[in-house]
C-alpha cells in the first residue's frame, strides 16, 4: 500500500506562488504515474496535471503556462510549482498515484493511491 502525503498548502494573495510536494512512501512510485487534481465543495474533483513514469508530463488548460508538475524519483516525491495563482485556483488539491498510461492519465478514478488533501486558498 502506498502512501501519499501533501504539503506545501497555504493561504496566498493572487499574483503569489506556492510549491505543493507530495511526498510517496514507496520507492515503486518511480515506475508509477502521479498526478494532481484539486476540488471545491460542490464540485467534482478536477484534473489539473500529472506526470509519467516516463517523465512526461500533463496540465489543465486552465494552469497552462502558470503551474509546472515535476517528479524527483530519487526523493519518492512530485511538485507542482504554481505561480500567478488566482483566486478561482482555491481547492483542495490531492496528490494521486497509479500505474496509469497516457490515454486515461488525467482520469482520477484511474489512480489507485490518494493522498489527505492540502488547501490552498488565493485571496484577491
Known amino acids: 500500500q502506498v502512501q501519499l502525503v501533501e504539503s506545501g498548502g497555504g493561504l496566498v494573495q493572487a499574483g503569489g506562488s506556492l510549491r505543493l510536494s507530495c511526498a510517496a512512501s514507496d520507492r515503486t512510485v518511480s515506475t508509477y504515474a502521479m498526478g494532481w487534481f484539486r476540488q471545491v465543495p460542490g464540485k467534482e474533483r478536477e484534473f489539473v496535471a500529472a506526470v509519467s513514469w516516463t517523465a512526461g508530463t500533463y496540465h489543465a488548460d486552465s494552469v497552462k503556462g502558470r503551474f509546472t508538475i515535476s517528479r524527483d524519483n530519487a526523493k519518492n516525491t512530485v511538485y507542482l510549482h504554481m505561480n500567478s495563482l488566482k483566486p478561482e485556483d482555491t481547492a483542495v488539491y490531492y496528490c494521486?498515484?497509479?500505474?496509469?498510461?497516457?490515454?486515461?492519465?488525467?482520469?482520477?478514478?484511474?489512480?489507485?493511491?490518494w493522498g489527505q488533501g492540502t488547501q490552498v486558498t488565493v485571496s484577491s
Open positions: 494521486a498515484a497509479g500505474r496509469v498510461g497516457a490515454a486515461i492519465i488525467t482520469t482520477d478514478t484511474a489512480y489507485a493511491y
